[in-house]
């Protein structure tokens, strides 16, 4: 399925052509990293479990009202995504502290944020994705207020969605992180992943704070088992919905 030219290799994923201008194939590589890549290392079938994840995340959201860049899952590695350009902002939505919140504030693991925290960092490996403000994002011109304005709607609205469907699972999504592109019609689309890469997720059945941990974290802390967690939140997903 991958024979077209390599567009863009990032951390996690590989970006090949198809054979439409509009259409992107999106490889999940079992690589991981963490801390700007000072941490590497490799999780079994990492790969297969986040684009499996990540697709029925984007079908959730899609029937949600939630546009989003994924078309179809052809491989259990491979995602046919619409063409974006990428705006360079990680946005991360926070329903507790965890995590750089906790380090930078003094907020106590797991403090409840009501509303949800919706922060900007930007997306640039060179500078360590620093934390923005709205006045930065101006000066530096990386999105209109407009634009602003409507990823935040757009991230809210994911937060609420995926929030009610990992309660189904018995997962508390504490927080993840999104990235959005323009398509060729200037259209905004929710793109890159949603997985455990990309959140951090508990598990509700567990009390103990490193036991219950079903995310990239237990790579991050070297908590071990980080493959199993990851087929959990699979096998917790694949509970809830109906087959690809
Ligand atoms: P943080 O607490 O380290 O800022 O992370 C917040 C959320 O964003 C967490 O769910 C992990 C996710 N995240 C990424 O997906 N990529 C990143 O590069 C970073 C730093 C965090």
Known sequence: MTEGQKVYEGKAKILYTTEDPEVLL???????????????????????????????????LEADGVPTHWLDTPGDREMRVRAVTIIPLEVVVRNFAAGSLCQQTGLPLGTPLD???????????????????RDRIRALALASDEQIAAITQVAQAVNVSLTAF????????????LEFGLDSQ?????ADEISPDTCRLWDQSQTDPQARILDKDRFRQD?????????????????QVSPI
Request: charged share 25%.
């Open 26 to 60: 999106s490889y999940f590589k079992d690589d991981a990293t963490a801390f700007n890549a000072q941490k590497k290392g490799q999780i079994l079938d990492k790969g297969r479990f986040n684009c499996t994840i990540a697709t029925h995340l984007f079908q959730v």
């Open 115 to 133: 509303p949800p925290l919706v922060e900007f960092y930007y997306k640039k490996d060179e500078l360590g994705d620093p934390l923005l403000t």
């Open 166 to 177: 990992f309660q189904r699972c018995q997962i508390t999504l504490v927080d993840f992180k």
């Open 186 to 190: 200037q259209r905004l689309l929710l």
């Open 223 to 239: 908590l071990g088992q980080v493959a199993d967690a990851y087929a959990e939140v699979l096998q917790r997903i694949l509970g």
